[in-house]
């Protein structure tokens, strides 16, 4: 039985990270921002994973497990901000949306 190298893991964390980035920075609809920051926080998470089980260490696996729960949470509350916005403004656009501005 063979392995698959560390580094297909990597370069697929890696391509999973810039697609979030450029996720990030093109679109401005804030479900996918939202969406873009998750897998970037996945990309994260899959790079945590790899290590450890390259140096044959559970600690990343540890790592991963407190990222998830962070990102749950922050899933939660994000979507109940972005609920919010939406009732507040009627649009999902970040442009348009100021909520500084009276």
Known sequence: ????PI????VLS?????TGVIG???RRNAIIV???IELM???ANLSLVTFSSYMGNSIGQVFVFFVMTVAAAE???GLAIIIALFRNKMTLNIDEVNIMKW
Do not use: D, G, P, R
């Open 75 to 77: 899933a939660a509350i």
């Open 24 to 26: 990030v920075l093109i």
């Open 1 to 4: 039985m063979t392995t698959i």
């Open 7 to 10: 580094e297909y893991y990597l």
């Open 41 to 43: 926080l996945n990309s």
């Open 14 to 18: 890696a391509f999973m990270f810039i």
């Open 34 to 36: 939202f969406m873009c």
